[in-house]
């Protein structure tokens, strides 16, 4: 079965910095797009960044500069660095893994349980 399992998640000062991973079992990982999304109390799931395959990424706006993805395709993991985080980067932060748009992968998704990362005042 597919698993993703997030770690590093905690309770950090404003300012302070976090290091998330999430580690994938199961599946082929390197020719998957991963991601990091979040979810605020309150607030729908958010796109925080993505990694492609090839290594391409992308940030939300409000991260931007703050945070860098990377991918350990050796180790099956996916990172989040969270440097300079704010109280408003409080949320659940969970990691996506899909499979290649075409079949026979036909874009599955595939989401871990979350961490909790609280940043305070």
């Known amino acids: 079965q597919v698993q993703l399992v997030e770690s590093g998640g905690g309770l950090v000062q404003a300012g302070g910095s976090l290091r998330l991973s999430c580690a994938a079992s199961?599946?082929?990982?390197?020719?998957?797009?991963m991601g990091w999304y979040r979810q605020a109390p309150g607030k729908q799931r958010e796109l925080v960044a993505a990694i492609s395959s090839g290594g391409g990424t992308n940030y939300a706006d409000s991260v931007k500069g703050r945070f860098t993805i990377s991918r350990d395709n050796a180790k099956n993991t996916v990172y989040l660095q969270m440097n300079s985080l704010k109280p408003e980067d409080t949320a659940v932060y969970y990691c996506?893994?899909?499979?290649?748009?075409?079949?026979?992968?036909?874009?599955?998704?595939?989401w871990g349980k979350g961490t909790l990362v609280t940043v305070s005042s």
């Open positions: 996506n893994l899909r499979t290649p748009a075409v079949a026979p992968w036909n874009g599955m998704a595939y």
């Open positions: 199961g599946i082929v990982f390197s020719i998957n797009a």
